[in-house]
C-alpha cells in the first residue's frame, strides 16, 4: 500500500554559463554562437580552463567578469555563476614590437619585415621550438593554431585573423600599432638594411638593374642586395596603407 512519501526530489544545482562578446564568438563552434555557453561545474576547473575549454585562447581575452566583477582566471567557477568574457584591448600594447610566426604564415611575415618590423619566421620550426624562442627573444608569437596558444609554457601568443596576407596584416597592425620603419629589414631574413654604394654591389646585378637604377641597399645579415624595383609601386601602396592602419588604431 502506498503510504503517500515518496524519496524527496532534489532540483538540479544551476550550472554556470558563459557569455562571449561577439568580437570573440569566431572561436565558438556555429550552434554556441550568439547565446549563452553552459559549462560543466566541477569544482576543480579554473576559469582560465572553463573559458579554454569552449574555445577561446587566453591570448585573445581582455577581462574576465563573474556576475558583473572582473575576476582572476585561477578562480573556480560555482553553480549559477554568470561568466562574460570580452577581447583584449587594441591597440594591446607591447613593451617592444618583436614577432615570432608559425610556419603558415610566411607570406605575413615578409609584409611585417617590409615595414621594418623585427619579424623571425622559420619554415620548418615545430611547436617546441617555437615556443622556446618566442620566450627566450620574448617575442609574440603569431599563429592560427588554437592549440599552440594554449600551450601554458607560452610567455606571449596572437590569434592572426583572415585566410589571406592583406587581411591578416591589417588585423596584426590594427592590435599592435607597432611603429613602422619601412624599408628597413631584410625580407628574406630579418636582418637590418644599409644604404651601399653601385659600385660596391654592381658585379652582382643584371645588366638591365645596372642600367636603370643608381640606389641600393644591402643586408647586414646575409648580403642580399635590395632596389626599388618595378614591383615597388605595389610594395609602396602597402607601406602606404600600413602607415594609415597603424595611425587610425593610435588614435
Not at 538540479?12 to 554562437?33: C, G, K, N, T
Amino acid at each position: 500500500m502506498d503510504s503517500g512519501h515518496g524519496e524527496k526530489v532534489t532540483a538540479p544545482r544551476p550550472q554556470p554559463h558563459v557569455v562571449v562578446a561577439a568580437d570573440l564568438e569566431v572561436f565558438l563552434r556555429p550552434s554556441a554562437r550568439g547565446s549563452q555557453v553552459p559549462v560543466t561545474c566541477d569544482g576543480v576547473s579554473t576559469l582560465g580552463h572553463v573559458v579554454e575549454s569552449i574555445g577561446v585562447p587566453l591570448t585573445e581575452v581582455g577581462s574576465l567578469l563573474v556576475n558583473g566583477k572582473v575576476t582572476d582566471r585561477s578562480y573556480r567557477p560555482r553553480a549559477g555563476d554568470a561568466i562574460e568574457v570580452t577581447p583584449v584591448s587594441r591597440p594591446q600594447p607591447l613593451d617592444e614590437a618583436r614577432f615570432l610566426l608559425d610556419v603558415h604564415l610566411g607570406a605575413l611575415a615578409r609584409r611585417l619585415r617590409l615595414l621594418g618590423l623585427d619579424t623571425a619566421y622559420h619554415r620548418y620550426a615545430d611547436d617546441d621550438d617555437l615556443i622556446d624562442e618566442a620566450n627566450a627573444d620574448r617575442r609574440v608569437l603569431l599563429t592560427q593554431d588554437r592549440g599552440l596558444l594554449r600551450r601554458r609554457k607560452l610567455w606571449l601568443g596572437a590569434y592572426v585573423r583572415g585566410a589571406r596576407t592583406d587581411a591578416q596584416l591589417v588585423d596584426v597592425l590594427g592590435r599592435f600599432a607597432p611603429p613602422l620603419a619601412p624599408w628597413t629589414r631584410c625580407s628574406a631574413c630579418n636582418g637590418a638594411l644599409m644604404p651601399a654604394d653601385k659600385a660596391d654591389v654592381e658585379l652582382e646585378l643584371q645588366p638591365g638593374t645596372r642600367r636603370t637604377y643608381a640606389t641600393f641597399a644591402r643586408c647586414t645579415t646575409c648580403g642580399r642586395v635590395y632596389w626599388r624595383g618595378a614591383h615597388s609601386k605595389r610594395l609602396e601602396a602597402t607601406v602606404d596603407a600600413a602607415i594609415r592602419i597603424v595611425s587610425a588604431a593610435q588614435r
